[in-house]
């Protein structure tokens, strides 16, 4: 066993976790919000120009969806509809009940639930594929009766992986834009002449998405502030690798 002292100059600097904003992060995300709420679509595809080499148009037709999710691996399809309908009948359990209660004089006491009109989910791009991000944010969307869900995903060269394309029919997607970072989350909270203004926006991102959302907190919802994904595994020479892989995943 080898016991690691969190607390020694040495390793101090290894398990520090910030808790203060980073200045230089806020104004950067705070001038793009600013830019899109002011510019719209142009400011948008300029930054889409930037950062992900992409200035063509922002939603995906249907003809683009259907030819990408048919892409897709058939066993992982198979097994993310099945995916999905867990996360249906899970959730869907969860639905809560409106009730009404009428008093002896004559007063009605009540509460009524009703879903919101639109949601906006926002997918992680770059090299990894995140189809389980998809499910979880769309599939209890659908189930709660959301009227229109909104998906954004950066598109590195316009081109969105077949597996999230998949996922998000699976999950019944309504609209899907190739939009990322911190200009996707401005597109979603205040609208553009393209990308529809939403009640909530939910998904995990980087730094300057987490920001956004933070900044963009009180105009529209958000589901949370998403931290770093962070997995440590100690082993030695003794350990099984695909007993280590198992616990990672």
């Excluded at 020694?8 to 200045?23: C, H, K, L, T, Y």
């Excluded at 691996?73 to 009730?99: S, T």
């Amino acid at each position: 066993m080898i016991k690691i002292d969190v607390y020694n100059g040495e390793n101090a600097d290894v398990f520090i976790r910030s808790i203060e904003d980073n200045p230089s992060v806020t104004a950067a995300v705070a001038d793009i919000l600013a830019n899109v709420r002011a510019r719209g679509d142009e400011a948008v595809r300029g930054y889409s120009a930037k950062f992900d080499g992409y200035d063509g148009d922002f939603s995906v037709s249907e003809s683009e969806w259907e030819e990408g999710a048919k892409k897709c691996d058939p066993y992982l399809y198979k097994v993310m509809e099945e995916a999905g309908a867990n996360i249906a009948d899970f959730h869907r359990r969860q639905i809560p009940q409106g009730f009404e209660v009428e008093k002896e004089n004559g007063i009605i006491l009540g509460q009524k639930v009703t879903p919101l009109e639109r949601v906006g989910i926002y997918v992680p791009g770059g090299t990894a594929a995140y189809p389980s991000t998809v499910l979880m944010n769309a599939v209890p969307a659908k189930i709660a009766g959301v009227g229109e869900i909104i998906m954004v995903t950066p598109a590195k060269g316009g081109y969105i992986k077949p597996e999230i394309l998949a996922a998000a029919k699976i999950a019944g997607v309504d609209k899907i834009f190739k939009v990322g970072g911190a200009q996707a989350v401005a597109a979603l909270a205040y609208g553009t002449e393209s990308i529809p203004r939403v009640d909530k926006i939910t998904g995990p991102g980087n730094i300057y998405v987490a920001t956004a959302k933070k900044l963009v907190f009180g105009l529209v919802d958000i589901d949370m502030i998403a931290g770093p994904s962070e997995i440590l595994v100690l082993a030695d020479g003794t350990a099984a690798a695909e007993r280590v892989a198992a616990d990672m995943l």
